[in-house]
């Protein structure tokens, strides 16, 4: 991998690692409006599969999504601002953490739901043979969700071009995947003729390299595709969780395997630092311009608003 390369997807993973850090500080100190729920220790899976997309298909998350986002656009004043519920913010401070909205990229907070929804946003690239495809990230919770699996069984049936990018962080809130999910992960897909991997490595290139693959076979075969990202949240479900049904070792286990951490230990000590330090003013300058900014205007809060 050449260096530059490296540096840029350091680059990626730092800035959503500190935005999420100082977003939890921010909230500890008054500042957010909402929850939130931090994806600190999944910057690789974020980064990594975004990589592997153009620009022109289309991304949607889930109510952790701040990573993908920040994969998606860089827009770290934007998402700020939004967060803080400014109306300089992507969707007007309306949104807040959990809708989020940039060109071709959709949250929102329901387990599961934008699973289906990218489905349907699949088939209308299909239908309108743009050659773009859609990626759905989803959690392992979602598998719970029965309109993910009617969604799924449809994208086989009429062979929608949707790679569903499955990040298993072990958790949905507090409770364990071998609690939620009875028989296997892979299964599931093969039991709906869907092509899967997973991938279980704190490498984001070798995320980079499977994510690749599952793109081009979404794009060539005009197909679905589970691939199936075991990760680990260093952080509680949302910034309130004390995290008391894990223990600290285990989360210990995982924090030796932090993709962030590994990354940085190949780059040179020069260049980190100097990224690091543009992340962190970005991020600084964001809060300073949110904090200038306006509040949301509730005056005006049907404007936007779908009406029949
Ligand atoms: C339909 C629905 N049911 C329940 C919830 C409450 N809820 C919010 S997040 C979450 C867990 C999601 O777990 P997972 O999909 O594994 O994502 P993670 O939080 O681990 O990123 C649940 C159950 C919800 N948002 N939507
Ligand atoms: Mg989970």
Known sequence: MA?????????????????????????????????????????????????????????????????????????????MAEIMGRATGVCAGRGGSQHLYAENFYTNGITGGMGAVGTGMALAEKQQESG???????????????????????ASLWNAPILYALENNLYAMSTHVRDTLAGGIVPRADALGIESATVESEDVFEIIEASEKAVEYVRENCRPYLLELRTYRFCG???????????????????????????????????????????????????AAARKAPVQDLGDIGKGLWKS
């Open 3 to 79: 260096t530059c390369a490296k540096l840029d997807i350091y680059e990626q993973m730092y800035l959503i690692r500190a935005f999420e850090e100082r977003i939890a500080e921010l909230f500890t100190r008054g500042e957010l409006f909402g929850t939130t729920h931090p994806c600190i220790g999944q910057e690789a899976t974020a980064v990594g599969v975004v990589t592997a997309l153009e620009p022109t298909d289309v991304v949607t998350s889930t109510h952790r999504g701040h990573g993908h986002f920040l994969a998606w656009t860089g827009d770290v004043k934007g998402l």
């Open 132 to 154: 773009n495809i859609v990626c759905s990230f989803i959690g392992d919770g979602a598998l719970a969700q029965g309109i993910l699996h009617e969604a799924m069984n449809m």
């Open 237 to 287: 479900h949302s910034i309130n969780d004390e995290r008391a049904y894990r223990t600290r070792e285990e989360e210990d286990e995982w924090r030796k395997r932090d993709p962030l951490a590994l990354l940085a230990g190949a780059l040179d000590g020069a260049d980190r630092r100097e990224i690091e330090g543009r992340c962190q003013a970005r991020i600084e300058r964001a809060i």
